[in-house]
Nanobody, 115 residues
C-alpha cells in the first residue's frame, strides 16, 4: 500500500503564493503518475495537475500559467506551486498517486483564498 501525507494548505490572500507538498511512502517502488485534484464546495472533484514518471505534465486550463507541479529527485514527493491564486481556487486539494499496484488518495488539505 501507498501512504500519502499532504501539507501546505491554509488561508491566504489572493495573489499570494502557496506551495502544497505530498510525500508518498510504503509500496512506492513503481509510481507511474503523481498529481493533484481539488474539490470545491458543491462541486465534483477535478484534476488540477499531474506529472508522469517521465516528467510529462498536464494542467487544467483554469490553472495553466499560474500553478506548477514538480517532483523531487527521488520521485516520492510531488509539489504544487500555486501563484496568482484566485478566490475560485478555494477547495480541498487531494494528492493522488498511481502505482503498479493501484491508486491512492491523500486525506486532502484545505486551501482557502480570502476575498
Amino acid at each position: 500500500q501507498v501512504q500519502l501525507v499532504e501539507s501546505g494548505g491554509g488561508l491566504v490572500q489572493p495573489g499570494e503564493s502557496l506551495r502544497l507538498s505530498c510525500a508518498a511512502s510504503g509500496s512506492i517502488f513503481s509510481i507511474y503518475v503523481m498529481g493533484w485534484y481539488r474539490q470545491a464546495p458543491g462541486k465534483q472533484r477535478e484534476l488540477v495537475a499531474v506529472i508522469t514518471s517521465s516528467g510529462t505534465t498536464t494542467y487544467a486550463d483554469s490553472v495553466k500559467g499560474r500553478f506548477t507541479i514538480s517532483r523531487d529527485n527521488a520521485k516520492t514527493t510531488v509539489n504544487l506551486q500555486m501563484n496568482s491564486r484566485k478566490p475560485e481556487d478555494t477547495a480541498v486539494y487531494y494528492c493522488r498517486v498511481v502505482t503498479a499496484s493501484g491508486a491512492a488518495w491523500g486525506q486532502g488539505t484545505h486551501v482557502t483564498i480570502s476575498t
